[in-house]
Nanobody, 127 residues
Framework: QVRLVESGGGSVQSGGSLTLSCAYSGMPLDSFIVGWWRQATGKGREGLACMTKDGDTYFEDSVKGRFTLSRDNAQNTITLQMNNLKPEDTAVYYC?????????????????????WGQGTKVTVSP
């Protein structure tokens, strides 16, 4: 089973940037889709971005052009760079992968699917 641990959340003003990092262990994720999703208070899950094993990426319209996604298979890390943050980006952010499937996937976009995620890191963007 894979274990994912997010870090890098915090408070920032509108227009600012944050870098979220995810360290994973338990199994290599080189061959699996990885990415991020978020959940704001009182709202449902919102898929943000994913990357295939070949490096192809998908971004939801809400973050396209502002967020970038990268993975380092040698360091076992997944990074979400968030720029030009807005108050509506306030949420708990989760690093995720399609690995360690048990019963169901969280799917979004044309091919993003997640089966496992970490405990999340909170991001707060003030006006």
């Amino acid at each position: 089973q894979v274990r994912l641990v997010e870090s890098g959340g915090g408070s920032v003003q509108s227009g600012g940037s944050l870098t979220l990092s995810c360290a994973y262990s338990g199994m290599p994720l080189d061959s699996f889709i990885v990415g991020w999703w978020r959940q704001a208070t009182g709202k449902g899950r919102e898929g943000l971005a994913c990357m295939t094993k070949d490096g192809d990426t998908y971004f939801e319209d809400s973050v396209k052009g502002r967020f970038t996604l990268s993975r380092d298979n040698a360091q076992n890390t997944i990074t979400l760079q968030m720029n030009n943050l807005k108050p509506e980006d306030t949420a708990v952010y989760y690093c995720a992968t399609e690995a360690s499937y048990i019963a169901s996937y969280f799917r979004f976009g044309p091919a993003c699917r997640f089966a496992s995620w970490g405990q999340g890191t909170k991001v707060t963007v003030s006006p």
